[in-house]
């Protein structure tokens, strides 16, 4: 399995298109409120880089949810498009937008494990990390 992938993907309505030149296939999920908040449910998401292109991006509202980090929609249908971490401009994608290229995908990390709730448990076998582990692993030094 290639650890990245070029792929196009769109919204539900089709009024952007997101052009991602190198997308993790590991996938990492997101259990902490925010997330869980903003969809619903854990974020299951793709690293995408920074090597983003966005066609139709006067669809597309952003919303600063912390001091370092803005999520993307879709203003016409809805669809969540994007984290985007505003330091570097790296973009993390939801994984569900890659409906393509599903089969190249392993589920590898969960963060703020700390924070899932009791009522769900993924089967596979992953990297666990609690919310001061995420920020200590990635804290700038």
């Not at 997101?30 to 969809?39: E, N, Q, Y």
Request: hydrophobic content about 40%; glycine content about 8%; charged content about 20%.
């Amino acid at each position: 399995m290639a650890d990245t992938f070029s792929e196009t993907v769109n919204c539900l309505c089709g009024a952007v298109s997101i052009h991602a030149a190198a997308v993790s296939s590991k996938a990492d999920v997101c259990h902490c409120a925010m997330c869980r908040k903003w969809g619903g449910g854990p974020l299951l998401a793709l690293d995408a880089g920074t090597e983003v292109s966005i066609e139709g991006s006067q669809h597309v509202s952003v919303f600063d949810s912390s001091e370092w980090a803005q999520r993307g929609f879709c203003n016409r249908c809805g669809t969540h498009l994007f984290y985007r971490l505003k330091a570097n401009g790296q973009y993390v994608l939801p994984a569900g937008l890659f409906t393509e290229n599903q089969d190249r995908l392993a589920l590898t990390h969960q963060v703020f494990i700390d924070h899932k709730p009791a009522f769900y448990e993924f089967a596979n076998r992953t990297e666990n990390l609690t919310g001061a582990e995420l920020f200590a692993k990635f804290a700038p030094q």
